[in-house]
């Protein structure tokens, strides 16, 4: 059974750099066909996608977020991450990696971590 | 990028009720449309996906329909364990993925 766990900073002062990595058990972060998500979801609002990096390494980015997100893959440790940077109190969110199903054109989010809060606070 | 219109934002319905919530994407998007289920404090769960198909172990009272820019998800009869806020997915342009605003199911 895959599971996915995220861990990083839960305190990241304005303006500085949101780091967080995903763990990926049970399965391998090379397998074809996969790409890798963050999702986020501020307190008490809905979810918004961030981006994904697919098995080859591609990467892409809601481009509401494009100048300041970062996501890369470390396989040695069958991990990847997120950065994203110069934060501000609307970065405020629990952190969600997932898996995405990536044939194109189909695609789904179908194993998700368990959500990490992240608070932008001085 | 694809606007998704959920409704409604929150509903309230007995034990053994038909239940229906509906997407409305802002241009075709073909049947590229999934719906998860979010319950408190958890991560989303897939439970539809490609408009129509049923994840697998997910209960048969849940379903999907629809295509173009009209889409809708139904549990035909509700149970105590069904509540949770419910999110359509769009993914017709893998370069924008975008949620709608979810739908927050109670028990009456």
């Known amino acids: 059974q895959l599971q996915l766990q995220e861990s990083g900073s839960g305190l990241v002062k304005p303006s500085q750099t949101l780091s967080l990595t995903c763990a990926v058990s049970?399965?391998?972060?090379?397998?074809?066909?996969?790409?890798w998500s963050w999702i986020r979801q501020p307190p008490g609002k809905g979810l918004e996608w961030i981006g994904y990096i697919y098995h080859s390494g591609s990467t892409y980015y809601n481009p509401s977020l494009k100048s300041r997100v970062t996501i890369s893959v470390d396989r040695s440790k069958n991990q990847f991450s997120l950065k994203l940077s110069s934060v501000t109190a609307a970065d405020t969110a629990v952190y969600y990696c997932a898996r995405m199903v990536a044939t194109p054109p189909r695609s789904r989010f179908d194993y998700w971590g368990q959500g990490t809060l992240v608070t932008v606070s001085s | 990028d694809i606007q998704m219109t959920q409704s409604p934002s929150s509903l309230s319905a007995s034990v053994g009720d038909r239940v229906t919530i509906t997407c409305q994407a802002s241009?075709?998007?073909?049947?590229?449309l999934n719906w998860y289920q979010q319950k408190p404090g958890k991560a989303p769960k897939l439970l539809i996906y490609d408009a129509s198909n049923l994840e697998t172990g997910v209960p048969s009272r849940f379903s999907g329909s629809g295509s173009g820019t009209d889409f809708t998800f139904t549990i035909s009869s509700l149970q105590p364990e069904d509540i949770a806020t419910y999110y359509c997915q769009q993914y017709d342009n893998l370069l924008w993925i975008t949620f709608g605003q979810g739908t927050r199911l109670e028990i009456k």
């Open positions: 049970g399965g391998s972060i090379s397998s074809g066909g996969y790409s």
């Open positions: 241009q075709d998007i073909s049947n590229y």
